[in-house]
Structure formats: C-alpha cells, structure tokens
C-alpha cells in the first residue's frame, strides 16, 4: 500500500519560532497533498491543498503568512508555522492522493501525524 | 452543520459484539470512505464505497450506503480490544476532489 511519512512526530518549541514539518509520499508520486490540524476529541480540519510546483491553496481563515506550505516535488510537501504561539499547539496531520489507473479515487493515505507543543 | 455528522459520538461494548456506527451527509457524493484513527496517530483507511454500491464487506467490515437518505454504516463484527478507536466517515462530493470529514465516533471495546 501507500505509505506516507511524516516527521517530526513530536515537536516542542519556544513561543516565536519556527516549525517545518515535512511529508514524504514514499513508494508513489504525490501530485496533491492535504494538510489538516486536528484538536483533541475532534475531527480533522482542513488547512490547505497543495499541489505539485504550484501555490498551495488555503481555507477560509488560515492564515497563509502563518502556515507556510511547499509542495517542491511529487514526494515532498512541507509545513512551516511561522512565529509560534500556544495557540497553534495541534496535532498536524498530512496526507496524499495516489493516482490509479489513471483515476483519482479520493482515497488518502496519512501520515502519522506531528503533535506540536509551543510553550 | 458539517458535511459528514455521525452517530453515535461514542460507543462502549464488550469484546465480541458488534459495533455499528452511522453517518449522514448532506450533498451528492462520488464516494463515501471510512477511516481509523488510533489515539495520537494518522488516519488509516478501511473501506471505499461507491455512489452506486450498497453494500461492501472487507473482512469483518460491513459498510452500507444509502443515497436516498444520504447516509452510510459501518459494522464491525466480532469486535476486539483492538479495535478501540475513532472512526471517521468521509465524503467525496460529486465533481469534487476533496474530502469532508465527519466529527468521528469514538468507538471502546473492552476486554
């Protein structure tokens, strides 16, 4: 099956920094990759799309300046939270699409998620 | 409310029963998806089922959908401690190309 890493898993930084989180499709080419932030006890939200060597697209009240993505290869898409603050401790969540037999069923495949701790 | 709302939002049973979880959507959809989510891990995908299917079985999964009531169940036979988790229910709209998510259920079996 598809597999999708995604490091790091745990994370915890200072109030102000900066957090890259990446997501690597591992035995397929991932020409659209998701990422979500999920609270606890609740279901994933969806923060931006992100395709291949194009501008990420982002939902209604993400702040893009915020949470900077990078989709720079068909197996690689990074998340950056600029300037943390407590607030945007989550657990964030990628995932990829697959494309199969030239047809793309929705179906995602996930990665196993970062919990990020901003003190 | 949410594309994607399922019930119950938690369910407590004894190893060996069965477990159904439901879930309702509201817009046409290409296809419904069930996911497993382990505490503090990424999601897994169970079971694709099509707009024009009824009724899939992988193992001891039984998914139903019906479209004229937009909603979709999820059985899961036999259940094990193992199986403790959440499971989501996720639309793909037609014409779409993104998924919705339902708030999940929270499903305990004990030993």
């Known amino acids: 099956g598809a597999v999708v890493s995604q490091h790091p898993s745990r994370v915890i930084c200072k109030s102000g920094t900066s957090v890259k989180i990446e997501c690597r499709s591992l035995d397929f080419q991932a020409t659209t990759m998701f990422w979500y932030r999920q609270f606890p006890k609740q279901s994933l939200m969806l923060m931006a799309t992100?395709?291949?060597?194009?501008?990420?697209?982002?939902e209604q009240g993400v702040e893009k300046d915020k949470f900077l993505i990078n989709h720079a290869s068909l197996t690689l898409s990074t998340l950056t939270v600029t300037s943390a603050h407590p607030e945007d401790s989550s657990f964030y969540i990628c995932?990829?699409?697959?494309?199969?037999?030239?047809?793309?069923?929705?179906?995602?495949?996930f990665g196993e998620g970062s919990r990020l701790t901003v003190l | 409310s949410q594309q994607g709302e399922e019930d119950p939002q938690a369910l407590s049973i004894q190893e060996g029963e069965n477990a159904t979880m439901n879930c309702s959507y509201k817009t046409s959809i290409n296809n419904l998806q069930w996911y497993r989510q382990n505490s503090g891990r990424g999601l897994v995908h169970l079971i694709l089922i099509r707009s024009n299917e009824r009724e899939k079985h992988s193992g001891r999964l039984r998914v139903t959908l019906d479209t004229s009531k937009k909603s979709s169940s999820l059985l899961i036979t036999a259940s094990r401690a193992a199986d403790t988790a959440s499971y989501f229910c996720?639309?793909?709209?037609?014409?779409?190309?993104?998924?919705?998510f339902g708030e999940g259920t929270q499903l305990t079996v004990n030993p």
């Open positions: 992100s395709n291949e060597g194009s501008k990420a697209t982002y």
């Open positions: 996720a639309t793909l709209p037609a014409g779409g190309s993104r998924l919705t």
């Open positions: 995932s990829a699409t697959a494309m199969r037999n030239r047809a793309n069923t929705g179906e995602l495949f």
